[in-house]
């Protein structure tokens, strides 16, 4: 199984925006679906969005149409474009092979976004 490195968090004040990245160790071409997951403090982890390699996407309704999920199967790496962020997007997010999400194992440190002013 691929390492993945989640990247690109930080602090952002509501309304901003911040574009995450997350790096796999290997080819992630034969992946069908990657997933971008987010848990903030004291809730489990929830999906926010996927996209297949084939490029088809799938929003959770709290995002849609303030986050884009995209993919480079060249670059082995997925993107979160996060636009209109609000406060209650606070949370770690992680990225995974939606296909191994039920190994504890796959995921990785996640990177922390934080949206206060």
């Known amino acids: 199984q691929v390492q993945l490195k989640e990247s690109g968090g930080g602090l952002v004040q509501p309304g901003g925006s911040l574009r995450l990245s997350c790096a796999a160790s290997?080819?992630?071409?034969?992946?069908?679906?990657m997933a971008w997951y987010r848990q903030a403090p004291g809730k489990q982890r929830e999906f926010i969005a996927s996209?297949?390699?084939?490029?088809?996407?799938l929003y959770d309704a709290s995002v849609k149409g303030r986050f884009t999920i995209s993919r480079d199967n060249a670059k082995n790496t997925i993107y979160l474009q996060m636009n209109s962020l609000k406060p209650e997007d606070t949370a770690v997010y992680y990225c995974?092979?939606?296909?191994?999400?039920?190994?504890?194992?796959?995921w990785g440190q996640g990177t922390q976004v934080t949206v206060s002013s």
């Open positions: 290997g080819s992630i071409s034969s992946i069908d679906r």
């Open positions: 996209v297949t390699r084939g490029g088809n996407t």
């Open positions: 995974n092979d939606v296909s191994a999400t039920w190994m504890s194992g796959s």
